[in-house]
């Protein structure tokens, strides 16, 4: 049998996916999302680099 599940997840800064819920399965009832689930603690992402943006200053006249 064949499916396929999919996860939504925050992503610490370590990379690891956290608080996850199994947001799809196909077919439904057949514990992909459960099989997934399990799988999370072997995933791992890389986190783009951060940007730094100077922040807009606004000025007043009197």
Not at 1 to 14: E, F, H, Q, Y
Not at 25 to 38: R, S, W, Y
Request: aromatic content about 4%; proline content about 8%.
């Amino acid at each position: 049998m064949s499916g396929s599940a999919t996860l939504k997840c925050r992503i610490s800064d370590m990379g690891m996916a956290t608080k996850c819920v199994v947001h799809s399965e196909t077919p439904a009832g057949q514990d992909f999302g459960k099989a997934l689930m399990k799988l999370r603690s072997k995933m791992s992402f890389v986190l783009p680099a951060p940007t730094h943006s100077t922040p807009r200053q606004s000025t007043q006249s009197p």
